[in-house]
């Protein structure tokens, strides 16, 4: 039987987020605080280890891929701390690459949980409250996890599920809207320059930091790009990387053009 959800019943909790985008911080803590709980951002595994030592958590929301120390190699230094309840804080996977075989490599690392990027609202709300044991039975949202819908508003990107996270709170779409332009042309012009040393790898790692926010606001076209440059295999790279870096230059140009005209800084 499905149950409504309570936003609002999680009571006075404290989450740390380690993720080193920009667009995923703001979203995950936007709602988050939403619910009346505290945020922390960490922005590398490093910082993640050293706020659990330091700080208080009730849990932390784990990036898998970020520079300095990555979610998993943090996550196995937190289950060795010597205080015991730190080391059992619950860990969730965040993770916008999900792949078969993952599920038992985030266990073995010491994860309780994970959830893929993008997510809505009530899929995070539901992975944050069953890990907080909040309930005795687990929480079922009436919506599904995730919703891969096409946009249909005759554009290339489509705001609506982003629209409804916010509460009507424009001025909170506009702001993520600016950080996502703000991130993608970054995003690219590294990739340029990382292309033009033939550095494929650190190619495919900017890729998949677009994929997660390019999924967040529904611009499917770009993300279907990205997880393309990610799925290559090095020995393709050399052949096929070049030219689709040139289609989501070409692809980001207009989407961010239009994004841009609707949402004017």
Excluded at 17 to 40: C, H, K, M, P, Y
Excluded at 119 to 139: M, R
Excluded at 159 to 177: A, H, I, P, Q, Y
Aim: glycine content about 6%; aromatic content about 6%.
């Amino acid at each position: 039987m499905l149950q409504e959800i309570n936003y609002r019943s999680l009571g006075k909790r404290k989450i740390l987020v380690a993720e080193d985008t920009s667009v995923n911080q703001f979203l995950v803590r936007r709602i988050i605080e939403g619910w009346g709980l505290e945020v922390d951002i960490a922005n590398n595994g490093q910082e993640a280890l050293s706020m659990v030592q330091e700080g208080e958590y009730d849990l932390v929301l784990m990036d898998i891929q970020m520079p300095v120390m990555d979610g998993i190699e943090a996550t196995r230094h937190i289950r060795q701390l010597p205080q015991s309840g730190k080391a059992a804080i619950p860990i969730v996977a965040l993770t916008a690459n999900f792949l078969k075989g993952d599920r038992e490599k985030y266990r073995a690392a010491g994860m309780n949980d994970f959830l893929p990027k993008p997510f809505n609202e009530s899929a995070l709300f539901v992975v944050v409250s069953n890990n907080l044991q909040q309930q005795g039975v687990p929480i079922k949202p009436k919506q599904p996890l995730r919703e891969e819908l096409k946009p249909d508003n005759g554009k290339l990107y489509d705001l609506g599920s982003l629209r409804g996270m916010s509460g009507g709170d424009e001025s909170f779409v506009n702001k993520l809207v600016q950080l996502y332009i703000t991130l993608s042309s970054e995003s690219l012009l590294l990739m340029k320059e990382e292309l033009k040393k033939e550095r494929y790898a650190e190619v495919s790692k900017l890729a998949h930091k677009m994929k997660a926010p390019a999924g967040t606001m529904r611009i499917h076209s770009v993300k279907k790009i990205v997880c393309s440059i990610v799925a290559l295999m090095p020995e393709e790279a050399e052949r096929k990387m070049p030219g689709l870096v040139d289609q989501l230059e070409k692809e980001m140009d207009l989407c961010l053009g239009l994004l841009k005209k609707e949402f004017p800084d």
